[in-house]
Antibody
Framework: EVKLVESGGGLVQPGGSLRLSCAAS????????MNWVRQPPGRGLEWLSF????????HYSDSVRGRFTISRDNAKNSLYLQMSSLRADDTAVYYC?????????????WGQGTVVTVSS | EVVLTQSPGTLSLSPGERATLSCRAS?????LGWYQQRPGQAPRLLIH???RRAPGVPDRFRGSGSGTDFTLTISSLEPEDFALYFC???????????FGQGTHLEIK
């Protein structure tokens, strides 16, 4: 079964840091680009970051560039999001999502999400 | 950066009716996806490449459009179709892969 499982969410104070993880299984992880997407409470989806399957090429949204860093360890089938200088408006459910190779770039597999709350 | 605007924000219909959801891009995009999100669940890919259904998606879901105007049509609503729907531009060469703000399809 193709699966993504996020972890690492929790309560963090403004200005703090947090590292999210996404464990992949059921597919050749290195063959796929991966993304982080978030959804604030009661709101829509916001794409945050993308990293290629092999190598270090990555992209970021303006809202997180310079504060968040995406990375991956293909040997561990894992994707990461290092978040720093967190603000209240970073509070959201954070999803990892696979960019489908034969899906015209759409995100064909999603994790269940991990909740990040930024509050004092 | 491509900005996607979905309309309407909320669509109230009854089971069996036809739903038409719109997604307009601020500039021409070459590929678009549609996602469904039920309460408490992760998004699910419905349509990729403007009009191709993802595996397992019923044929009552149809994507169409080109350039800046795209449509998701659900031919005859089933109870499980009442959910949130998002469009997304997925152009390889044009991150950010932005989403529309969503359309809430609710039971009338």
């Amino acid at each position: 079964e193709v699966k993504l499982v996020e972890s690492g969410g929790g309560l963090v104070q403004p200005g703090g840091s947090l590292r999210l993880s996404c464990a992949a299984s059921g597919f050749t992880f290195s063959a796929f680009g991966m993304n982080w997407v978030r959804q604030p409470p009661g709101r829509g989806l916001e794409w945050l970051s993308f990293i290629v399957g092999v190598g270090y090429t990555s992209h970021y949204s303006d809202s997180v560039r310079g504060r968040f860093t995406i990375s991956r360890d293909n040997a561990k089938n894992s994707l990461y999001l290092q978040m720093s200088s967190l603000r209240a408006d970073d509070t959201a459910v954070y999803y990892c999502a696979r960019r489908g190779n034969y899906m015209s770039g759409a995100f064909d597999v999603w994790g269940q999400g991990t909740v990040v709350t930024v509050s004092s | 950066e491509v900005v996607l605007t979905q309309s309407p924000g909320t669509l109230s219909l009854s089971p069996g009716e036809r739903a038409t959801l719109s997604c307009r891009a601020s500039q021409s995009v070459s590929t678009l996806g549609w996602y469904q999100q039920r309460p408490g669940q992760a998004p699910r890919l419905l349509i990729h490449g403007v009009s191709r259904r993802a595996p397992g998606v019923p044929d009552r879901f149809r994507g169409s459009g080109s350039g800046t105007d795209f449509t998701l049509t659900i031919s005859s609503l089933e109870p499980e179709d009442f959910a949130l729907y998002f469009c997304q531009q997925c152009d390889d060469d044009s991150p950010p892969y932005s989403f529309g703000q969503g359309t809430h399809l609710e039971i009338k």
